[in-house]
């Protein structure tokens, strides 16, 4: 194991040179292409649904069909760390871990290849534009994973940074939230400044449309009906002072931890905003984007997620409350049982989405071993 850590290690330092966004993930896709060879799948499928890809390795006997599943994607965020194995793409970084998670996910592989399946198969799926929300849908869109049915199991990791290193943290149930991105447009009508009134400033109007969809929300994570509605950005006008403005935009982003409620919220923010710029005579358009379903873990999953912390010596934290943030997974979780958990990457380390964050290399032994007993717990090893 350890001759397989160090060598992840370097294959990640390549991955995180070569950065890349969502749905433009050719040399990161081609780099796992490679690597996922050498170790000789008895199944190699490439380009599903945009760049993602998946290595089957086949026993050849009867058994369970399991999957574990990483990400390609990169952020458009610019790298402020100096050290040697910094992203050569600029304005590009990895900083959410996927350069971790899919060198973990080869440390699987490389296993697999030295230590062939007993019984049934495992299946190594690498997915595109996580960060977009829109890969798993791409990839269910294909077709082209519904050949690997039927999948008994299907499960998936990510780093937890501000948590102690190689603890383990998971629950059955929801584990991360619904979560939509809300636009709205405001157009009403350019005027002199000396002169609001023969015009329509729509700025009336957003204080009131922030106002109402803050008391729209439900901060109590104890309950179903937990709804968070952040603002992320506003524009309005322009930098001419002679000018009161006449358009503006509106940026959210809307969590929930169920379907149900997501839904219902979507109407009440529209009905809200739609009332709000009729009384003031805009025009607006509300758009929703970039959905990423509610991660629901299976009991069972979970459980084995649980047992396999304690057989690999890893801490284990059963989760009180699901994680804040989306995660494209959820897709998958709809469709097949399995589950995700988080893995700790350091209390020390900076924030997911951070400029200087960096995939500490020091946890994905853990991640490789928590993969591997769930295969022996499903009986394939």
């Known amino acids: 194991m350890k001759e397989i850590v160090s060598e992840i290690n370097q294959l ?19 780099f796992i292409e490679n690597e996922l ?5 008895s199944e190699l499928k490439t380009k599903i649904g945009g760049e993602g890809l998946f290595a089957r390795f086949d026993s050849g006997k009867e058994g369970k069909h399991i999957v574990f599943r990483s990400e390609l ?9 100096t050290f040697e194995h910094r992203s050569n ?11 971790g998670h899919m060198s973990i996910l080869l440390g ?3 296993y697999l290849h030295q230590n062939p399946l007993k019984t049934g198969s495992v299946s190594l799926l690498f997915q595109p534009a996580e960060e977009s929300g829109q890969g798993a849908k791409a990839m269910l869109d294909s077709g082209i ?9 299907f499960y998936s990791l990510h780093n937890i940074p ?9 629950r059955a149930g929801i584990f991360t939230p619904h979560v939509i991105s809300l636009e709205v447009k405001l157009i009403g009508k350019e005027s002199h400044a000396a002169e609001p009134e023969n015009g329509i400033n729509p700025a009336t109007a957003i204080s009131e ?22 603002p992320v950005f506003i524009q309005m006008g322009q930098e001419w002072y002679g000018i009161s403005a006449g358009n503006a935009v509106l940026g959210y982003t809307i969590r929930t931890w169920e379907t149900a409620v997501m839904r219902q919220l979507q109407r009440e923010c529209v009905q809200l905003i739609e009332r709000i710029g009729s009384e003031h005579n805009l025009q607006l358009t509300t758009h929703f984007f970039e959905e990423f379903n509610s991660v629901v873990n299976d009991p069972l999953a979970a459980e084995q997620i649980e047992k396999a912390a304690q057989n690999v010596n890893c801490a284990f934290k059963q989760m009180t409350y699901p994680m804040n943030w989306g995660e494209d997974y959820g897709l998958f979780t709809q469709k097949y049982r399995g589950a995700m958990f988080g893995l700790g990457a350091g209390t020390a380390m900076p924030a997911l989405h951070n400029p200087d964050y960096d995939f500490p290399d020091q946890i994905a032994e853990s991640g490789i071993k928590m993969f591997v007993d769930l295969i022996h717990q499903n009986d394939l090893l």
Do not use: W, Y
Request: charged share 25%; proline share 3%.
């Open 209 to 230: 449309i922030i106002q109402g969809l803050n008391q729209l929300q439900n901060l109590d994570k104890n309950t179903n009906d937990f709804k968070l509605i952040t």
């Open 145 to 153: 994973i519904q050949l690997l049915e039927p999948i008994d199991m």
């Open 73 to 81: 994607d990169a952020l458009p965020i610019q790298e402020v760390n």
């Open 108 to 110: 699987v592989a490389k």
């Open 162 to 170: 501000g948590h102690s290193e190689n603890e383990i943290h998971c």
């Open 12 to 30: 990640r330092f390549q991955l995180h040179q070569i950065a890349e966004v969502s749905g433009k993930e050719e040399k990161t896709a081609l």
């Open 89 to 99: 793409t600029e304005g590009v970084s990895h900083k959410c871990g996927h350069d």
């Open 37 to 41: 060879k050498k170790c000789q799948p």
